[in-house]
């Protein structure tokens, strides 16, 4: 039976290629869309390329200039950030909200930090407030640079298939991020994201005013418990924090629509679909 989000996915991308850029040695993948607007620039977790947020590029790329990086082979979270800061200025974004998924959270929020005067609003999502510990558990406790990397993919298939059995109705995203731990993301780049968490730097303290700050988070995430998202709120003491009812540790691709409108209110566009409401800390 044909995966609908592959599909859909894959016709993006034929008329989105992923282009490709080196930077200090190392060699990014981005898809840009959008010629006016406010800047944004998408970062994705450790299962995704840019491409994985079609839908928001999509719903976006006529009202905003858009940037999605995948990342490359090599380096880790501090080298990524210099490197983001200069193809930002290739790319001449300027100023720009930056929103980063997981191990993208981690990197927005030390880019955030970091480069103040580049980052217009920090949105980080689905994602942790440090490092410490990360290393004892599964599968960064492996050896990343050496185990056999069908150990390190049987690892994320055990993860997926978990997640398919309790949620059947799922099941092509499931069939999406496998093709993604299945080679669609290289080797190299999957052992580099893995190593950027296990030896990530503890975050520096944010650099932003509050109300240029935002969460996203999912009640029923299941790699960010709910320890974890508080910590990232007391953190980042963030003007509003959104919460998905559900949407498990990927809400962009399955809740896409409200996924865009709290995009449109970040970046002061037009709410084209249900909005959020109001008040620090917004269900849906």
């Known amino acids: 039976m044909a995966n609908r989000l592959i599909a859909i996915r894959n016709h993006f991308t034929n008329r989105h290629p992923e282009q490709r850029i080196m930077i200090s040695g190392r060699e990014w993948g981005y898809v840009k869309a ?21 839908q928001q590029i999509e719903a976006l790329q006529d009202r905003a200039r858009i940037v999605a990086v995948t990342y490359p082979k090599s380096g880790g979270v501090p080298e990524w950030a210099s490197d983001i800061a200069e ?16 191990l993208g959270g981690y990197l927005a929020q030390y880019l955030a930090a970091t480069y103040p005067h580049l980052v217009e609003g920090l949105i980080a999502a689905n994602t942790l407030h440090s490092v410490a510990g990360v290393a004892t558990r599964p599968p960064y406790s492996s050896d990343l640079d050496s185990a056999p990397i069908e150990e390190l993919r049987a690892g994320f298939g055990r993860n997926l298939g978990t997640w398919r059995e309790a949620h ?28 950027a968490l296990k030896r990530g730097p503890e975050l520096p303290l944010p650099n932003l005013p509050r109300e240029r700050i935002a969460t996203i988070e999912s009640a029923d995430d299941p790699l960010i418990l709910l320890s974890m998202r508080e910590a990232v709120r007391e953190r980042l003491k963030p003007s509003v924090a959104y919460v998905f009812e559900w949407g498990g540790h990927f809400p962009y691709i399955v809740r896409p629509e409200l996924y865009v409108s709290l995009l449109e209110e970040q970046l002061g566009l037009a709410i084209t679909g249900r909005d959020w409401g109001t008040g620090e800390l917004r269900a849906r």
């Open 34 to 54: 959008g010629d006016s607007g406010p800047a944004l620039l998408l970062i994705p977790g450790t299962l995704g390329r840019g491409d994985v947020f079609w």
């Open 168 to 195: 059947p109705e799922q099941e092509e995203l499931v069939d999406l991020l496998m093709t993604e731990v299945a080679g669609r993301i290289p080797e190299p780049e999957l052992r580099a994201r893995l190593n």
């Open 87 to 102: 193809l930002s200025g290739r790319l001449a974004l300027d100023r720009f909200t930056v929103l980063g998924s997981s």
